[in-house]
């Protein structure tokens, strides 16, 4: 399906939250590497109820997170402080933080602010202990580049990351620790973007920018995009857990799309008079039925959707129908989902009991009828959320959050919260900073093209590197005299080797692969050797490259020890080499390298072979 995004007027904007490589969390001494909940030494539970005083009014979105999670327990570990468990106030805006921040602003040519004050805005859903989170405007009015011109920036904001959700249960969440108070900066676009394509190119660029400077945190979760669309006729929706960049186009054209489907429905709503009756309690209809999902809940509750029949079932996006959107609404409030009558009958619910449910509710043939099945409490308040719902959809597209789905589609998360209400965080002094401070970093692409052209490497291999979490290796190896080639295929290709021979490469630090790098390049290691070295390495990390070399039966055979070795080989062969003088070559090298492979450089060996054949001939 493709759209005229001109035409439909389509807009969109990103916000990207990207956590720091920081030492030490935003507020607090704690380290920022993230744990495995079994790490956890104890937890402790908290109840947090927002007071009307506290809070003045709270927005929708809040008040329906309030209602849905109450009892909240965190995992802490055995790093964990009292900052973090909000027993003690923030200490001091991290000094590193705000750093790799200012470098931020500088590459997306942002104004910084003068004085960057810490706020607290309000959170509900229990992911910060405090009940808030803290937050500082550092900068406005950037701008970056892309394929279909420029994009703004409207703000970049650093703040501490909440702690994460590790499990829900009925009526309470888990939390870890770990991650609550990481640095994290968030960078907000203008809604300047005006198409999928572009979307993605300007999310692709802004990925490109915060990893320039080398300071901020890799790997899933790490990185998170929140896409904001709209259409001319449509409303804002907030697309969130957006999981790959490769999926922002996708997204957004599926977006297009269902809001594109949503105002067709509605006209066709209002052609033909349509209206949602007040639900009904239709239990007695249901009384003997042999549908399983129905027969073992207390209550059944319908209501009678006039004018609406086909059009529930109908696809808005792929394998999501109107009926879908209804039955997201109705799970919101604890139900399973919803039948409907263009789905029925089916799922154990028979023609008969179809008939009977449409009279019970006054039902004509243009008309349709969801259902909910459930104890009576969570049936009336999930039908009255499939009412207002479909009651919307005969007017417009309503504003919400929705939360991506893996295959480009999304499902109703909760309404849109309003703008969020700051408080000054009156215990963290304002900061002010200053951006003549910082360098901005060599770009990536800068990178990809300085590779190239300095170090010879393949454009396919130099960005490779560039962009890859070894990097700062790679650089500091070619600093130390190391073939560059040589550098980037073995961090790039023999370690991916490795590790897909489930070799433990987590183990190498930097200075193994340098030192072995480094022993490559004196040439008492072949680059066959490179991986065998490195994975004896891994098991054993605590042997030195020398131990290595000799456990793995590689390299350590020097320059004089090589000569030695073609001497004697030549001098087996003396009356060939006589004779065929340089045409014994080939035959006298594979006799060598059978002796030395692993252990010597094959172009060292075919040097000083050619030498001593020379010699003789
Ligand atoms: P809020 O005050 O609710 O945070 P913002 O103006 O900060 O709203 O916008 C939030 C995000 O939504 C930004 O990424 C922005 O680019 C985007 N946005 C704003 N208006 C629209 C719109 N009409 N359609 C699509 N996206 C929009
Ligand atoms: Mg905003």
């Known amino acids: 399906m493709s759209h005229d995004y001109e035409d ?70 055995d790093s964990t402080c009292l900052v973090e468990e909000d027993d003690e106030p923030p200490h001091r805006l991290d000094g590193e933080a705000l750093r790799t921040a200012l470098e931020i602003a500088v590459l997306l040519d942002c104004e910084v602010v003068d ?3 810490v706020m607290r805005k309000i959170v509900v859903d229990g992911s910060n202990t405090s009940g808030f989170q803290r937050s ?43 991650r609550l108070g990481i640095p994290l900066v968030e960078i907000g ?7 999928p394509a572009q979307a993605k190119d300007a999310a692709e660029r802004i990925g490109m920018l915060l990893r320039s400077t080398g300071k901020v945190k890799r790997g899933l979760g790490t990185i998170r995009q929140d896409v904001n669309v709209s259409i001319e006729d449509g409303a804002r929706v907030e697309l969130k ?22 105002l067709e429905v509605a006209e066709e709503l209002r052609d033909r008079d349509a209206a949602v009756a007040d639900p009904e309690d239709v239990t007695a209809v249901f009384e003997d039925t042999d549908s399983g999902v129905i027969a073992g809940a207390e209550t059944v509750m319908a209501v009678r959707l006039s004018g609406f029949d086909g059009l529930v079932g109908r696809e808005i996006q792929p394998d999501r129908r109107l009926g879908t959107e209804l039955s997201d609404h109705a799970k919101r409030h604890g139900a399973g989902g919803i039948f ?24 004509g043939d243009d008309d349709a009828v969801a259902i909910v099945a459930a104890d009576r409490e969570v049936a009336e308040s999930a039908i009255e959320a499939v009412a207002d719902r479909a009651g919307v959809a005969i007017h417009e597209v309503p504003e919400e959050t929705r939360g991506a789905n893996e295959d480009g589609t999304s499902r109703y998360l909760r309404p849109l919260p309003g703008a969020a209400r700051m408080y000054p965080e009156t215990d963290v002094p304002p900061v002010e900073p200053d951006p003549t401070e910082v360098e901005a970093p060599e770009l990536l692409t800068e990178k990809v093209d300085r590779y190239q052209a300095q170090h010879g490497l393949g454009a396919g291999l130099a960005e490779q590197i560039a962009y890859s979490e070894h990097m700062p290796t790679f650089e500091a190896a070619v600093e130390r005299g190391v073939d560059p080639t040589t550098a980037a295929d073995t961090l790039e290709g023999t370690l991916t080797e490795l590790r897909r021979d489930d ?52 390299g350590g055979v020097d320059r004089e020890a090589v000569r030695e070795a073609v001497v004697a080989v030549v001098e087996r062969n003396e009356e060939q080499v006589e004779a065929e ?29 050619r030498e001593e054949i020379g010699k003789r001939a």
């Open 115 to 117: 004085q960057a004050h």
């Open 241 to 262: 857990g957006v999981q790959s960049l490769d999926d922002i186009d996708d997204i957004v054209e599926r977006e297009v799309g269902r809001q594109v489907e949503l």
């Open 581 to 609: 003088g340089m045409g014994a070559f080939s035959g006298l090298m594979g006799e060598c390298m059978g002796e030395l492979r692993g252990k010597a450089d094959g172009e060292v060996v075919s040097e000083l072979l």
């Open 340 to 363: 409907h009558t263009d789905e029925l009958p089916a799922y154990g619910v028979t023609e008969a009991e179809v008939a009977e449910l449409r009279e019970a509710v006054d039902a």
């Open 189 to 195: 676009t203008e809604p300047d973007i005006r198409s």
């Open 136 to 178: 500082a405007l550092l900068a406005t009015d950037g701008e970056i580049e892309t394929s279909e011109g420029p994009v703004g920036i409207a703000d970049m904001l650093l703040e501490e990351e909440s702690a994460a959700r590790i499990e829900e249960r009925d009526g309470g969440v888990t939390y870890g620790l770990d």
């Open 503 to 554: 070799v433990a490469v987590g183990n190498l630090t930097d200075e193994h692969l340098l030192a072995v790098l480094e022993r490559v390049e004196a040439g008492d290691l072949p680059n066959e050797g490179i991986g065998p070295v490195l994975s004896t390495l891994a098991d054993d990390p605590d042997l030195s490259v020398e131990a290595a070399m000799d456990e793995a039966d590689v």
């Open 8 to 77: 439909l007027g389509l807009v969109a904007g990103l916000e990207i939250h990207q956590q720091l490589d920081t030492a030490t969390k935003l507020f607090c001494n704690c380290p920022t590497a993230r744990r495995e909940p079994e790490e956890s030494v104890r937890s402790f539970t908290r109840y947090l109820h927002p007071t009307k005083s506290e809070l003045g009014e709270l927005d929708e979105a809040a008040l329906e997170e309030s209602r849905v999670d109450r009892e909240f327990e965190y995992l802490a570990f």
